[in-house]
Structures are given as C-alpha cells and as structure tokens.
C-alpha cells in the first residue's frame, strides 16, 4: 500500500529539533519580549489588518492603534518566524514516517490524531470558560500549534508503550 | 520461523507481529493474505473471529 500524506523518515530527528527549539524560544519570548530585543527587527509588513505605524503616512502617537486595512506596516517579526519555524516543522516532525512505517503505525497515528483532537477541544471549551478579556490571547496563540502538540506526545507515546510491550515479550522468550 | 523472518517477509515490523500474536492488532486483509502465502496456507486456517467479533 502507498503512504499517502507523510514525509520521508530522515526528516523526523531534525524537525523534531527545529520544533522543540521554537517551542522553547517562543515560549521564553512570551515571557519576556525585551530579552530578545536585539533580534527583533522592525520591518515593514504587508497586513490585510493590523495595528502599528503605516509605512507611508505620518508618523503618530495616536495611529498606532487605530487598524490598518491592506496597507503595509512596521511589524516587529521574531515572533512570526518563530511560529512559521514551529507550525512546518511541527507538521514535518508529526507526519513524518517511523522507521518501519507500516498498518500498525498508520492505525497508531490514526487513534492519536482522533484523540488528540477531542483533547484539543475539550481543554479549549474549557479554557474559553476561565479565561476572559487579554488573557485569552495567550489562549488563542497556543491553540494555534496545541492540536499538533497534543497529536505528537500522544503518538509518540503509543510508540513508545507498543516498542516497550514488543521488548519485555522478547526478554520473556 | 522467527518473529524477525515473518515480519521481514511481509514488509511490517517485528512489534506487529508481536502485537498480531498477542492478539493486540488485527491484521488488514492484505496483511493476513501475505501471511498466509508465507505459510502456504488459507487465511482461515491462521485466523479465526473471536466471540467480541
């Protein structure tokens, strides 16, 4: 049988790499934005939407948070890169085939992803009803990314219990 | 024959033979067909439904 929608095995170790380390920097970032200061350029941006100082205009206190339509605007973009490094590489690490990909492994990476989807709305009601106002910002960025999260623990950790049962069974015989 | 021929064979990994035997996978059709051309039997002679089937 073909597999379908999945990347070449060789990509797995070093995407899952890329993804932890944005994970990490993005996570440090929300914390404390100054830290990372020096490598955030401001750059001008094309926004369908967005507030911040319009590239062609005047310079002014009070358009800073009026919104821009279809204009572009100065955009510190750390953060973007960040995300864009996260979600690819995300997708590549949790699509990407096992060693021996096989029935099994497509059926494993099919629970999971059932799983991790019902998971990913339950705890997403959940927090729609105790977060309120700013707060739920951060609710919204980490449901961005959190359905691929949930998917990849819990497959790997299929994995690992299926290879773990696989091993204790070959010490037994 | 191993676990490790068996699996080499039909193109699965040894944990899914190992899941197979345990009675922890069930094989698809064209898993249980190549089974069955390996050991030169029909797919009923290998396997059976159980009574939660």
């Given at each position: ?103 099994m ?57 299926y290879n773990?049962e696989f091993n204790e069974e070959q010490?037994k015989n | 024959?191993t676990q490790a021929?068996l699996s080499?064979?039909?193109?699965v990994s040894r944990q899914t033979i190992n899941a197979l035997e345990l009675g922890k996978y ?28």
């Open positions: 049988m073909k597999e379908r929608f999945l990347f070449p095995h060789r990509f797995r170790n070093v995407s899952g790499l890329i993804f932890l380390l944005s994970l990490l920097l993005l996570t440090v970032f929300v914390i404390d934005s100054d830290l990372f200061s020096k490598i955030n350029p401001e750059m001008p941006v094309f926004a369908i939407a967005g507030n911040g100082q319009p590239v062609y205009g005047e310079y002014s206190e009070t358009i800073i948070l009026s919104t821009h339509w279809f204009k572009f605007i100065y955009n510190e973009t750390l953060d973007e890169v960040l995300f864009i490094l996260l979600i690819i590489s995300g997708i590549v690490y949790a699509f990407s085939k096992e060693r021996i990909e096989d029935e492994t497509r059926q494993i990476r099919l629970e999971s992803l059932a799983w991790a989807t019902y998971f990913n709305y339950f705890i997403l009601l959940a927090c729609y009803l105790l977060f309120y106002g700013l707060p739920f910002l951060y609710v919204l960025m980490i449901a961005m990314f959190s359905n691929l999260l949930f998917f990849i623990i819990r497959f790997r950790w299929s994995v690992y219990k773990k010490i | 024959m021929e080499e064979k039909v193109n069930v094989p698809s059709t064209v898993l249980a067909l190549k089974i069955s051309k390996v050991f030169g039997k029909t797919v009923n002679e290998i396997f059976e439904l159980e009574d939660s089937d």
